[in-house]
């Protein structure tokens, strides 16, 4: 708890929250378009809003750190 909340890392904690945000929106609202392939047939298949967002969160949790930030230059501009 103390290490992840130490004030030199609070920033740092609160732009990749954002950036996650933002990568989920995009997702989202591109309706699946920019997901990978597998991750894409998984939302094809969702039954509903709820889960077609989990689709979605699960791709962005499946990227690390580096590449969130890789997606993020790519579709967030």
């Given at each position: 708890h103390y290490v992840m909340r130490a004030d030199d890392r609070v920033e740092q904690l609160a732009d990749q929250r954002d950036l996650l945000r933002s990568l989920v929106s995009h997702l989202v609202l591109g309706g699946?378009?920019?997901?990978?392939?597998?991750?894409?047939a998984d939302l094809r298949r969702a039954p509903d809003?709820?889960?077609?967002?989990?689709?979605?969160?699960?791709?962005?949790?499946?990227?690390?750190?580096?590449?969130?930030?890789?997606?993020?230059d790519r579709l967030l501009g």
């Open positions: 699946g378009r920019d997901l990978e392939p597998e991750f894409e809003d709820a889960a077609a967002l989990r689709v979605v969160i699960d791709q962005v949790a499946s990227l690390t750190d580096v590449s969130a930030r890789l997606w993020a």
